[in-house]
């Protein structure tokens, strides 16, 4: 009875995670190893859904021990596959910890345990995880230096070709096995890596596969990333006529998503960019409109940037009583929220505004 008890229980959370219930998965799971069975390939795979369990319950240091054991016991067992998959999951989990260097320990383990064993699938998921790692370390990297893309210290530009250069062996690999959504993947990640690089011409012409897949799977997340994506690398090329036209696809399909949040980043985007335009009434309009949805959601912070660059607005159409306006209440947002810089911006704005309109 307790071989059929353990399996039983496993089974049953095993049925819970897929149904989408983690927790209670996780819990039907725990029961299984206090159970207890003879067969290690058994435990081994309920060790592996612990692991997966408590990663999407983002309980990460729960999930890493039980990576940990499933790596020790595939490793007693001899199984090959089983040491790869491990050493994935491990290192998927370390990457989330920020622990970058053990995560690409355990990610070229995944690689080279795949290629040995001939499993093209696993070698195509493993380069794409250590280019993931390599993404996140040199994004983790350059949060320290806010800077532009492009201008980029020696290390992040390193770490950041590393990540390029997996994306691009995955692309292939993926290529040669038809798998058209991992295509998709691969070209959006080599987008935001060129991107950061600075090589916006490059990021456009990966975006523009992203979008092309996307499509093909009737996939309007993923084409609404793209067309984000492809209108941010226009600004930087200074092409600001296409961003526009970029953002506002952007901004069509955020409602068709009923996404409130990014409906709002992208009518802040499309007032940025008829502002480097000098529309300075279209400007207007989707500050306005970022500004609706801000109060709607409660964003205080998307509230005060609205203001701001409304007042400024504003100014630059010779409108300096409105402007004065939205920056009284950029000025009372900024004290709200405890932001001194924009505290500081607003009193510059608003003595100059009273000063012009001879308060």
């Known amino acids: 009875r307790m071989e059929a008890s353990c399996l039983e229980l496993a089974l049953e959370g095993e049925r819970l995670c897929k149904a989408g219930d983690f927790k209670a998965g996780a819990a039907f799971f ?22 997966n369990a408590y990663f999407y319950l ?7 021990e039980y990576h940990k054991h499933d790596l020790t016991l595939a490793r007693t067992i001899g199984d090959r596959i089983g040491e790869a998959k491990a050493s994935g999951n491990l290192g998927n989990t370390l990457k989330i910890l920020g622990q970058f260097d053990e995560a690409v320990v355990c990610c070229q383990r995944h690689l080279d345990i795949s290629q040995e064993q001939g499993d093209k699938v696993g070698e195509a998921r493993a380069l794409y995880n250590i ?9 983790h990297l350059s949060w320290n230096t806010a800077q532009d893309p492009g201008y980029l210290p020696q290390e992040v530009k390193e770490t950041l070709q590393k990540a390029s250069e997996y994306y691009e062996r995955n692309l292939s690999l993926v290529k040669e096995l038809g798998d058209r959504a991992a295509q998709g993947r691969a070209y959006g990640n080599l987008g935001n890596t060129q991107y950061l690089l600075g090589s ?3 990021a456009i012409a990966f975006h523009k596969e992203r979008l092309a897949i996307a499509k093909e799977f009737g996939d309007k997340a993923a084409e609404r990333r793209a067309y984000s994506n492809l209108g941010n690398a226009h600004i930087f090329l200074g092409r600001f006529d296409i961003s526009a036209e970029y953002y506002k696809k952007t901004l069509q399909l955020s409602r068709q998503l009923k996404d409130q949040a990014v409906e709002a980043q992208a009518c802040y985007s499309l007032g940025n960019t008829y502002t480097l335009l000098q529309d300075y009434e279209r400007a207007i309009e ?7 949805i ?17 007042g400024n607005a504003y ?3 010779g409108n300096h009583e409105q402007a004065l306006h939205f920056a009284r209440k950029h000025l009372e947002i900024s004290q709200e929220i405890g932001d001194r810089n924009g505290e500081l911006t607003a ?11 001879g308060l």
């Open 347 to 357: 009193q510059v704005n608003m003595a100059q505004l009273k000063s012009a309109l």
């Open 200 to 202: 916006f011409s490059e």
């Open 58 to 64: 983002k309980e990460y240091s729960k999930a890493l």
């Open 131 to 139: 280019g993931n790692v390599y993404h996140a370390k040199g994004k």
């Open 30 to 51: 725990e029961a299984a190893v206090r159970v207890g069975t003879e067969d290690l390939k058994t435990l081994s795979a309920i060790y592996s859904q612990l692991g």
């Open 294 to 310: 801000a109060q709607e959601l409660g964003d205080r912070v998307g509230e005060g940037r609205a203001c701001w660059s409304l």
């Open 315 to 317: 100014v630059s159409l």
């Open 286 to 292: 989707y500050h306005l409109k970022h500004l609706v």
